[in-house]
């Protein structure tokens, strides 16, 4: 049975009351007093994450390598602060006193007296690493030092640490002064205050927050690259990414996997020669088809950014592949996308990595741009019945063990069970 528009309405109010609520935490937990806030990188993440706190009134001190890196980010924030003051969203003198509260710096040292710091540099873990060693010699007892990492373990850069009670994830969105979702990670010895602060400060900057715990991707992300692994193999199947991603935005998505890809740039963790899994992005860095930015990748684009399906490209995906161009259902394509995500939600929940089946909706609904009218994935597995999603995961497994269909997805098809009424037992590190 469909649900009303009303029903839906409902469940994402109470879904996203729920996010808020953490069982295992004491409502009388104390929180750290939070003035002053560092950032580590002023690039397009630091920048963004940096303007949620200076909008909310905190003092701001944010760190760069070089002086021409720093003025590039603080010009980047101004020029995003005046256009919302052009809009009306503010006054003018608003521009001004948000800049005000920004403390540029070339030195790490000089985020030693920050209540919190937050690390928004390139996804690498050895770097990461290293600046973890450095925050824990520099930083004043009880800061807790967060990082941005959107799928690295932060029990490792914990590790580094000799504090790790100190020390959690704090996952934003790109643009994360705009995104509203914040995934809070709690690694394996963050400690009950800094859980409290994290999720208390979250809604001071005006985000909404998940509490998730540390596996790879965490649950956003994870959920998103079994979606994308699968988008995947239909294109070396033979299909299109303009026929995968219009089957997406029929689904309600507005952008598909492939136009996901060219808006973020096609080059993140790729780098010149590098061979990965990916073989036909990786031929479209090395023709500088690297996404919007560059005017191609999956797509051509127009001075208008207005994407255009690629001959090229069309070209790359038979040379690769060897596969002729075929074409499938958009109902198939659908489930072949999206079955997965709701399996791999199944894995998080099974693994205890998220708090609630309906979190994991939230993640989606404010991180990812899911329909609003399907609920989330877990939801929409409750529209389309655990049977259905079975039967499709059953020969997605067989092709490729990795999604080989989860126990407890077994177990709901058997009892006619609701994805949205699994309970685990919640968040354990």
Known sequence: ??????????????????????????????QR???????????????????????????????????????????????????SADKGRFPQEEVEARMNRFDGRL???????????????????????????????????????????????????????????????????????????LEIVRAKHTADDVVATSMALAQKINKIAALVGVCPGFVGNRILFAR????????????????????????????????????????????????????????????????QKTQAGFYDYDE????????????????????????MSPEEIIEICIYPMINEAVKILEENKAQRPSDIDVVWLNGYGWPADKGGPMFYGDMVGAQAVLDR?????ADDPAFAPADLLRHLAATGGKFTEIDTGGLKV
């Open 304 to 327: 208008n950014r207005r994407p255009i399906p690629s001959d090229v490209t069309a070209g790359i995906i038979k040379n690769v592949t060897g596969a002729e161009p075929t074409t």
């Open 33 to 83: 007093d939070i003035k002053i806030v560092g950032i580590i990188g002023a690039g397009t993440m630091g920048g963004g994450i940096a303007m949620n706190f200076a909008t909310a009134g905190y003092d701001v001190k944010i760190v760069e390598t070089t002086q021409e890196a720093l003025d590039r980010g603080l010009k980047v924030v101004r020029g995003n602060y005046q256009r």
């Open 228 to 291: 994308q692994i699968q988008a995947n193999k239909l294109l070396a199947k033979g299909l299109m990414p303009w026929d995968v991603d219009a089957a997406l935005n029929s689904f309600g998505f507005k952008m598909g996997p492939f136009q996901m890809s060219d808006l973020a740039g096609l080059d993140i963790g790729w780098s010149k020669g590098a061979t990965t899994d990916n073989p036909i992005r990786d031929m479209l860095c090395e023709m500088d088809r690297r996404g």
């Open 107 to 181: 030195a790490i040292a000089d985020l030693a007296d920050c209540d919190l710091v937050i690390e928004a540099v390139f996804e690498n873990m050895d770097l990461k690493r290293k600046i973890f060693t450095e925050l824990d010699a520099l930083m004043k007892p009880g800061a807790i030092l967060a990082t941005n990492t959107s799928a690295l373990d932060i029990n490792e850069i914990a590790a580094m640490t000799r504090r790790p009670e100190d020390v959690i994830g704090l996952h934003f969105f790109s643009p994360a002064n705009v995104m509203k979702l």
């Open 393 to 397: 995961m059953e020969k997605l497994g």
């Open 1 to 30: 049975m469909t649900p009303t528009t009303e029903e839906i309405g409902d469940y994402i109010a109470t879904a996203g009351k729920a996010a808020w609520e953490v069982p295992d935490l004491d409502a009388a937990t104390p």
